[in-house]
């Protein structure tokens, strides 16, 4: 014992491996992420999604929060309900919330630091998986520090909230085990609250593969399950639900009517990807580095930009996975692996993880990735396997996908040219050479006697040299796609850009951008019309439809929907000062230089709140084309048949010979008239906002704000019926003269939720003492921890060739005993 305590001493730092694996996965993270965060003085910048979406969604609900500013927020989008649209990117992190404890401008100089810890952590929860299975820590840590430094980690630094999930995920597993197999109580029921609280997106696809890995596991003799022992586990699984509804209920109402989540397969689709080059995609992502975001490589029509398709492992590859899937028979394992890339292969198995959205993503693939580990961690621990022929199968496949790099292409004058098929060559190369730097260090490897503390030492070295030079690779590319001053962009002129601005401040507006960085303006923390968010209120996404802009992922409408500048109260746009094409809008004029921008001021500005002189019903709007709704709603307040019908004593139907013509004359005079009607005063905060207007006539006012279900209204301290206007917005019938009009929002879900989840807390509690209690009474029904076994790799069925070996390595001290 004293000996093998010896020679742990040597390979590690630390006597625990949980600590040993961290500091491991903290170092290499820190090597990968901290050069790049010298060069940026400090800050990490990517491209893409991080700078747009990850860092200002980080300041701005930074500041939301410490501001308590977290039910309405007027600064997303046209204005959202905040929890519902941030509890998928960051609200509920562990980490974000972490960055509270700090001011504002030093969470941008978090984002790197809390990466690092990010990989960190997922290879500790990763080895609290593997380490069940391993007969000794030291193959777990190799393979934790394979999840931790994967492919699918690799790739999405683009999308930085989706580690969470990934760090999460494993101890899913871990409580799922521990009450099987140990006879633990509750911690199921807290670790299927955890993941669900974490990330509502991931918690689906993970009640799915965890559904899957309870059936095939139960088929494994060390995993014995009955009828009581079920029943307990469905009920701990319910409970967990329950403890996540606080966050559940009102992210699943937030998301219920959007668009995006009601699209299905059908057909054919059901069963085959309409796109052949996503099935190579797919095997190529389990041998090479990620291809980075929005610029596809290997297979560049496959049409998965952002599809997050990778499961490579760094050094190892599919190796240890084809080892082991070779020489386990009949084995659970091997089981999960069969199914995953089965259901990867066929969308409509694939969407299973998405509430079978028809949209593609392999966002689950972290999960069959940790299995990927777990097959590795056996094969490699389990000396009477052929290990070269996992290397001797990697080599094969490397050199298949090589030959893309050499397939015939046409230019545009019809030349044949060779080795220019991809369209980033240099990047090809690039990764074919860390497989083949790979191969050739496993090969190392593999003449290097197992269970030795030079193999351990080399493994984990190798492991750790070729997530670090993969994943530098990868940001490296990303950032030579950025902008090429995206310091200037994002730091000088994003970050610290917000009291470079002299503007009004007198009263609320939104703000415009032209060719800037997405997201930009919250930045600044202003409200703007352009923003780069998926999860926004359904009512955006209609009156976008209605005014033919597209609306998926962001909110970016062109600048010939000048209306819509006017009805949503803009007041000024920004441009770069060297922009070729200058922006024109109708109404808006140059007024100077701020921050390093032309700032356009908006004219024929509309103040929030104000009326109309005719309403506009199907018979009006079916007259125009949907590119010209947003006009018409300037000059007639757009309602649905049944309300123009109930307010036509006030608001009469536009009549024919009063139809707008749609010129600029005609804009700009209707813009006049909105604006003479508009009330005097607007405030607003997290809980909704008051308005006074002065009406000569009982009307209808008019406020562009999203119309969702949480709004209550309320005219001169009265309860007043809130009207669906101009497609997507709210409108409030009110008296002639002096008018104190307030609304109030109040998060749906949010309250029943809390509630929920208090019943929840008080189950588990009941719950907890009554297992207390029945262990008191019956002392063999206690924990008792235990490693698990696997029946194929016990020392007893190892051939004799391999225990000779076994014996001969521990007679001379290089293996604990």
């Not at 890995?213 to 003799?221: D, G, H, K, M, Q």
């Not at 009512?539 to 033919?548: G, N, Q, R």
Request: hydrophobic letters at 45%.
């Amino acid at each position: 014992m004293k000996q093998g305590l010896q020679a742990k001493r040597r390979i590690f730092i630390f006597k625990n491996d949980y600590w040993n694996i961290f500091v491991i996965s903290l170092i290499t993270a820190a090597v990968i992420f901290l050069p790049f965060m010298i060069y940026d003085h400090g800050y990490f910048l990517y491209y893409g999604d991080f700078n747009a979406q990850q860092i200002p969604f980080y300041l701005h609900a930074h500041d939301a929060v410490r501001n308590g500013n977290i039910f309405w927020d007027w600064g997303t989008d046209l204005g959202t309900n905040f929890i519902g649209s941030y509890t998928f990117y960051l609200l509920t992190s562990p980490f974000f919330l972490f960055t509270l404890l700090f001011p504002s401008n030093i969470v941008p100089l978090l984002m790197g630091p809390l990466l690092i810890v990010k990989f960190a952590c997922a290879g500790l929860t990763g080895f609290a998986f593997l380490k069940r299975f391993t007969k000794n820590n030291y193959y777990a840590i190799i393979g934790a520090l394979l999840y931790a430094f994967c492919g699918f980690n690799q790739f999405n630094i683009f999308f930085n909230h989706f580690h969470e999930a990934v760090i999460a995920f494993p101890l899913l597993l871990v409580a799922l085990e521990e009450f099987v197999i140990n006879g633990r109580r509750g911690c199921f029921a807290l670790a299927v609250g955890f993941c669900a609280v974490i990330n509502y997106f991931f918690f689906f696809g993970q009640v799915t593969f965890t559904v899957i890995y309870f059936v095939l596991r139960c088929f494994s003799p060390d995993f014995r399950m009955n009828i009581r022992k079920f029943l307990l586990l469905f009920f701990e699984a319910v409970v967990g639900v329950l403890l996540a509804c606080v966050i559940l209920l009102p992210s699943a109402l937030a998301i219920m009517d959007n668009p995006r989540t009601s699209t299905m397969h059908y057909g054919m689709d059901l069963l085959l990807y309409n796109n052949v080059q996503r099935y190579g995609l797919i095997l190529e992502s389990l041998f090479f580095p990620p291809d980075i975001p929005s610029r596809p490589n290997f297979f560049p029509d496959s049409n998965s930009k952002w599809s997050s398709v990778s499961a490579f492992l760094p050094l190892f590859s599919m190796s240890g996975v084809a080892v082991f899937c070779r020489y386990a028979k009949k084995h659970w394992l091997k089981r999960i692996l069969a199914i995953c890339g089965i259901m990867a292969l066929v969308p409509v198995l694939n969407s299973s993880f998405y509430a079978f959205n028809s949209s593609y993503y392999a966002r689950w693939f972290y999960m069959p990735v940790l299995m990927m580990c777990l097959a590795t961690c056996l094969a490699l621990q389990d000396v009477k396997l052929d290990f070269s022929f996992g290397i001797k199968f990697c080599s094969v496949m490397v050199a298949g996908f090589s030959l893309i790099g050499i397939l015939p292409t046409k230019d545009e004058e019809g030349h044949v040219k060779w080795f220019q098929f991809e369209p980033y060559p240099e990047r090809f190369w690039a990764y074919i050479l860390i497989a083949v730097l790979s191969i050739l260090l496993l090969w190392i490897l593999y003449y290097q006697a197992r269970h030795t503390v030079a193999f351990y030492r080399q493994a984990v070295a190798f492991v750790c040299l070729i997530s670090v030079v993969s994943t530098m690779l990868i940001i490296g590319t990303g950032k030579q796609h950025a902008s090429t001053n995206i310091y200037e962009l994002v730091v000088e002129q994003g970050i610290k850009g917000k009291d470079q601005f002299d503007l009004d401040q007198s009263g609320f507006y939104r703000v415009d951008e032209y060719e800037l960085l997405d997201n930009m303006p919250m930045y600044w923390d202003m409200s703007t019309i352009q923003c780069f968010h998926s999860i926004v209120p359904a009512s955006i996404m209609e009156f976008y439809e209605a005014i033919d802009v597209e609306r998926d992922v962001a909110s970016r409408p062109e600048l010939g929907s000048y209306g819509l500048r006017a009805l949503t109260s803009v007041k000024y746009l920004f441009c770069e000062t060297d922009e070729e094409e200058k922006p024109s809008l109708y109404g808006f004029e140059l007024t100077g230089v701020q921050n390093g921008l032309n700032v356009y001021e908006n004219q024929y500005f509309i103040p929030m709140g104000f009326t109309y002189d005719y309403a506009a019903d199907s018979s009006v709007t079916e007259d125009y084309l949907s590119s010209s709704m947003d006009k018409l709603m300037l000059k007639a307040l757009v309602l649905s048949d049944e309300d123009a019908q109930k307010h036509e004593d006030i608001l009469p139907v536009l009549p024919a010979n009063e139809m707008p013509e749609l010129t600029e004359e005609e804009y700009l005079k209707n813009c006049q008239e909105r604006a003479a009607s508009a009330g005097t005063k607007f405030t607003y905060d997290t809980h909704g906002f008051t308005s006074e207007i002065h009406l000569d006539r009982e009307n209808l006012v008019f406020y562009s704000v999203p119309y969702e279900s949480g709004w209550t209204a309320y005219v001169n301290g009265e309860p007043a019926e809130i009207v669906k206007a101009n497609v997507g917005f709210m409108a409030v019938r009110a008296p002639a003269g002096d008018n104190t009009i307030t609304f109030r929002y109040r998060t749906p879900g949010l309250y029943e939720g809390g509630a929920v989840t208090l019943i929840g807390a008080v189950l588990l509690a009941g719950y907890w003492l009554m297992i207390r209690r029945y262990r008191k009474r019956n002392p063999q029904a206690r924990v008792k921890p235990h490693r698990h076994r696997l029946p194929y790799a016990e020392q007893k069925e190892i051939t004799q060739a391999g225990a000779a070996y076994i014996n001969a390595v521990k007679s001379i001290g290089k293996i604990p005993k």
